[in-house]
Nanobody, 124 residues
């Protein structure tokens, strides 16, 4: 089992940047594929980005390609989401999640462990 704690959210102006972090407990962090999802008010949770256990494969939602970058540091049990050129439509609660899948997955149901989320608000 793994426990996840997100940090780094906040209020930023359009065009600004934020870096989210997700710290994981446990010694098996490197065996999990990791993902970031987000949920805006009144909407369903949606996929944002994912990274394989080794960090060599990544996937992004079309809406964030070229603006967001996911990375991980297995020595620190941490996964990151660098968010640049933020837009008001990026406003949401961002969740970190862990999956036992051997491949990068974008489906919410493939992730067994979730953090509590961190709020990101982009002002226009």
């Amino acid at each position: 089992q793994v426990q996840l704690v997100e940090s780094g959210g906040g209020l930023v102006q359009t065009g600004g940047s934020l870096r989210l972090s997700c710290a994981a407990s446990g010694r098996t962090f490197s065996s999990y594929s990791m993902g970031w999802f987000r949920q805006a008010a009144g909407k369903e949770r949606e996929f944002v980005a994912a990274i394989s256990w080794g960090g060599d494969n990544t996937r992004y939602a079309d809406s964030v390609k070229g603006r967001f970058a996911i990375s991980r540091d297995n020595a620190k049990n941490t996964v990151y989401l660098q968010m640049n050129s933020l837009k008001p439509e990026d406003t949401a609660v961002y969740y970190c999640a862990a999956s036992r899948s051997l491949v990068v997955v974008t489906v919410l149901g493939a992730y067994a462990y979730w953090g509590q989320g961190t709020q990101v608000t982009v002002s226009s």
